[in-house]
């Protein structure tokens, strides 16, 4: 079992930063592939950023050059790392563990632990 706390969200202006934070209970952190998702009302989950154990990353086209992902293996913690952000951006932002050998990393149902979410919401 994997408890994932995610932290760092809130309010700011479009073209402003922001860091989310995901901290990770377990020992088996390093291996563990991590992704960030993000669910704006009304809408579906959809992909954001994904790192695998090997910190290859994988960014979806509307956040590439804006968002970087990271993790810190020590502290058992992945990071989003957000700029330039627009209103569009504004969703509750999830983080999640996939475990599986192979899988579609894109694919929020392909993941096996969750977050509960943080709201990120960008004025204009």
């Known amino acids: 079992q994997v408890q994932l706390v995610e932290s760092g969200g809130g309010l700011v202006q479009a073209g402003g930063s922001l860091r989310l934070s995901c901290a990770a209970s377990?020992?088996?952190?390093?291996?563990?592939?991590m992704g960030w998702f993000r669910q704006a009302p009304g809408k579906e989950r959809e992909f954001a950023a994904f790192?695998?154990?090997?910190?290859?990353?994988y960014y979806a086209s509307s956040v590439k050059g804006r968002f970087t992902i990271s993790r810190d293996n020590v502290k058992n913690t992945v990071f989003l790392q957000m700029g330039n952000l627009k209103p569009e951006d504004t969703a509750v932002y999830y983080c999640?563990?996939?475990?599986?050998?192979?899988?579609?990393?894109?694919?929020?149902?392909?993941?096996?632990?969750w977050g509960q979410g943080t709201q990120v919401t960008v004025s204009s």
């Open positions: 790192i695998s154990k090997s910190s290859g990353t």
């Open positions: 377990g020992r088996s952190f390093s291996s563990y592939d």
């Open positions: 999640a563990v996939g475990t599986k050998t192979a899988y579609d990393i894109v694919d929020w149902t392909a993941y096996d632990y």
